[in-house]
């Protein structure tokens, strides 16, 4: 359960003076960087955040996990990532301090670490600039000093699952209603990168993804992709229409060459380096619909991801859920698919008789709040 392994410490709140002694108030330099206050001194940094839970700001993200949203200035790089700001160099030799502010002042949460950072160099700027910055806290938060910390936003409405409805009669709906519910659409122009592609001798299926993927580029994957221009792409024996990929290039998905026109609804096939392909359960209709769902629950924004779990486990974690009646995804894992309310679950198999992983994305947090009270061991719960 979600907090309950957490060393419960007393709660430390503190007034602003106490906090930058910390750091040495003799000597500090102060920037605010994604809504957060940041304070570097002869000592350490301190970064203290807001309580509010707003994804595009700075702040607590879950019982592990801190945030700092940037574009943030170089001398914060440097604390952080230090002078060469390469991920090598992320182990900082003086402390992160990480605090939220609240009514009654600043709640110590403790030394955080640096586990992921993301840099980029913007146009006009002579350097890279830290742009996100996700710190470990250890140990994790309880749950009620999570709440105190992270207060929940608004309600939101989530998607609805009016699309399961056709899953088994009209697929092309079925991938359009969860398509168009699931990722908002770009504001501006399409993706020109996907203008055109259809009209290449391609299933319609294909096709159908392509026009959603002009406004809503997040369709064609994270983790996995659809290939853009999938005339050019063939497999090492010429005879294989390449049409997905797997991140690393260690297997893809293929259709057959067709002189004439194109089958409606395809065989697709599985290959992973030089071994012989295999066919996936379900022909290309009901493949897109699946892809479609394991990339929404890859990338998502919000992820609850569970260590090994037994199958009685996973009765309990998908007991109130929609199983989404395909056959499994993915040959050789027996992948299933689970629904709610702006939730996507899949359930794979282990090594192991009764052994599974579970990987849930989610539009808001709230979608995985029902998920939080069960005896489930969490890698990672955004909830």
């Known amino acids: 359960m979600v907090g309950e392994n957490s060393v419960i410490a007393p709660v430390v709140v503190m007034d602003e003076a106490e906090a930058l002694a910390l750091v040495g108030a003799s000597a500090t330099e102060r920037f605010t960087v994604g809504g957060a206050t940041v304070v570097i001194g002869p000592a350490g940094i301190l970064i203290i955040t807001d309580a509010a839970d707003t994804p595009d700001k700075s702040g607590v993200w879950n ?109 092309a709906t079925a991938l359009e209603q969860f398509v168009t519910g699931w990722y908002p659409a770009t504001a501006g122009t399409s993706d020109p990168a996907c203008e055109g592609v259809p009209s290449a001798a391609l299933p319609e299926g294909l096709k159908q993804l392509y026009r959603l993927a002009e406004h809503r580029p997040g369709v064609l994957g994270v983790q996995n992709y659809i290939v853009k221009d999938p005339g050019r792409a063939t497999d090492s024996y010429g005879d294989m229409r390449v049409f997905g990929v797997e991140n690393q290039g260690c297997f893809f998905w293929s259709l057959l060459w067709s002189l004439g026109e194109p089958e409606d609804d395809p065989t697709v096939w599985y290959r992973e380096d030089d071994e012989p392909p295999i066919a996936e359960l379900e022909p290309l209709s009901g493949f897109l619909i699946q892809f479609s769902l394991f990339e929404a629950s890859m990338g998502a924004d919000y992820k609850a991801l569970s260590r090994e779990i037994s199958g009685e486990q996973v009765q309990q974690l998908t007991e109130g859920l929609r199983v989404v009646p395909l056959r499994p995804f993915w040959a050789g894992t027996s992948t299933r698919f689970y629904v709610g309310p702006g939730l996507v679950m899949h359930v794979s198999n282990g090594w192991e008789d009764n052994q599974f992983t579970a990987w849930a994305g989610a539009t808001h947090r709230s979608a995985l709040a029902p998920l939080s009270h069960m005896d489930i061991d969490w890698l990672r719960y955004d909830g």
């Open 63 to 171: 019982a592990q996990e801190v945030r700092l949203l940037g574009p943030a200035p170089a001398p914060v790089m440097e604390r952080l990532l230090g002078q060469t700001g390469t991920w090598s160099s992320r182990d900082t030799p003086l402390p992160i301090h990480l605090m939220v502010r609240v009514v009654e002042g600043l709640v110590y949460l403790g030394a955080g670490r640096v586990v992921q950072a993301e840099t980029m160099r913007r146009p006009g700027c002579a350097a890279d600039e830290l742009i996100r910055c996700t710190m470990r806290l250890d140990p994790t938060l309880s749950k009620s000093l999570l709440e105190r910390v992270r207060q929940p936003g608004p309600p939101v409405g989530l998607p609805g699952l009016e699309w399961l409805r056709h899953v088994n009669g009209d697929r």
